[in-house]
């Protein structure tokens, strides 16, 4: 999965949800988003493996809401 393609999923089911997901802040090999109160490392890669996608994800649960990437 490219990237841009998890943020820009994740910027809009949080949008959906009326939670704020933000930059809060940068490291050399990852950034650290929040998503209401959770924060996410998510790596600099371009390309981010689909096990690591679902990590994301499953992270993101609490504040978006039980498989909200499935829908």
Known sequence: ???HEL?????????AQGVVWQLDRQGASHEIWRC???LVPV???????NTMARTIF???EPEIGKDWWRK
Do not use: D, S
Not at 43 to 49: F, L, T
């Open 1 to 3: 999965m490219k990237r």
């Open 7 to 15: 943020l820009r999923g994740i910027a809009r089911a949080a949008r």
């Open 36 to 38: 209401g109160k959770t």
């Open 43 to 49: 790596p600099r890669h371009k390309e981010i493996g």
């Open 58 to 60: 499953a992270q993101l």
